[in-house]
């Protein structure tokens, strides 16, 4: 990977423009096409992945690795300490993290500014979607908007044209060199790259997560001896795999299947059980379609409950400038 040189503010901008983002072939090594506007691509027909070993070129991200393995261990073993709490903490840190922190804070909030909260209400947002565990906020926005630039073609983060596995698991696991990783942040979060919060969260993001797991095992120990494991297995393992794959699926399954209310240069498609699983965000097609709406369910059945969040903070007065013309020809 080469090292990006950093986005200007008319840049910036322009990648968090619906036209630009939906339209634009940006070459990997290259910034001058953001600035040269639409290159009408067209959608892959018959993507040839390229050879596994090449993603890895740095080698095995093992850090990743072992998390991942000790989570979805430890979701297997909340099944043998299984607690009504237990379930009830996991359902509402799942809203928390999952919808708050990931699909409101980090995507619709971050990513794409559909949405403005005050500084204080933005950084709780970014504290719940570090809870999840899906990495820090400069980390989670750079790579979305890469996404959304590149969406399924060379230089796409997790495009189900190099196979399914990659797009929804793999993409994560390659070893990348610091100065790789700061060159996306300043190249493709700028805006967070700068602010001096977002940087202390990008190094203590993990912490949040851990000390979660430490409150809730000794809340369970002091209530009863042994229950700490099943309000800690619980609220972060089960909780955090079943938030994994819900976004997970986004990456991989919205981009293979379901149905188009947009056409649009990559494959993005709706799927209903990823929007209910991801609190609305499986309305994928529309989203890349448009992408700075605050609302991802343009037709009356595509319920999206990140929307109905959104809309409630705006009739209370902390959401502003929220971003919510569905086209005409979609009403």
């Given at each position: 990977m080469s090292v990006e040189s950093p986005l200007t503010t008319d840049e910036m901008q322009e990648v968090l423009s619906d036209s630009l983002l939906n339209d634009t072939h940006v070459d990997e090594t290259s910034t001058d096409e953001i600035q040269t506007g639409r290159s009408g691509r067209k959608a892959i027909a018959h993507p040839v992945p390229s050879r596994l070993r090449d993603r890895f070129p740095n080698?095995?991200?093992?850090?990743?690795?072992?998390?991942?393995?000790?989570?979805?261990?430890g979701a297997?073993?909340?099944l043998w300490h299984f607690s009504w709490t237990g379930l009830a903490i996991c359902a509402v840190l799942h809203f928390v993290t999952a919808c708050l922190g990931v699909t409101l804070?980090?995507?619709?909030?971050?990513?794409?500014?559909?949405?403005?909260?005050?500084?204080?209400?933005?950084?709780?947002f970014s504290?719940?979607?570090?809870?999840?565990a899906e990495g820090s906020p400069i980390f989670w926005v750079a790579?979305?908007?890469?996404?959304?630039v590149l969406s399924d073609l060379p230089g796409d983060p997790h495009s189900p044209n190099e196979g399914f596995w990659w797009s929804h698991i793999l993409w994560f696991k390659p070893r990348v060199l610091k100065s790789e990783e700061?060159?996306?942040?300043?190249?493709?979060?700028?805006?967070?790259w700068k602010d001096p919060w977002h940087r202390v969260f990008d190094r203590i993001f993990p912490v949040f997560t851990i000390l979660l797991g430490i409150g809730l095992f000794v809340a369970g120990e002091a209530i009863k001896p042994g229950f700490g494991w099943s309000l800690a297995l619980w609220g972060v393992c089960m909780r955090a795999v079943l938030c994994y794959?819900?976004?997970?699926?986004v990456n991989s399954a919205t981009h293979i299947w379901g149905y188009r209310n947009y056409e649009t240069t990559d494959r993005s498609r709706n799927l209903w059980w990823v929007a209910l699983a991801s609190y609305g965000e499986g309305w994928h097609n529309n989203h890349h379609a448009h992408q700075r709406l605050a609302r991802h369910g343009h037709r009356w059945w595509e319920i999206d409950v990140t929307w109905m969040v959104i809309r409630t903070l705006q009739i209370l007065g902390i959401a502003t400038n929220v971003q919510d013309r569905i086209p005409e020809q979609t009403k």
């Open positions: 080698g095995m991200n093992w850090t990743n690795f072992t998390w991942m393995l000790v989570m979805h261990s297997v073993a909340a804070g980090y995507h619709r909030l971050l990513t794409h500014g559909s949405f403005k909260v005050p500084k204080p209400v933005e950084y709780f504290v719940c979607g570090m809870l999840s790579t979305h908007r890469k996404h959304h700061e060159a996306l942040f300043a190249r493709w979060a700028p805006d967070l794959h819900s976004t997970w699926f």
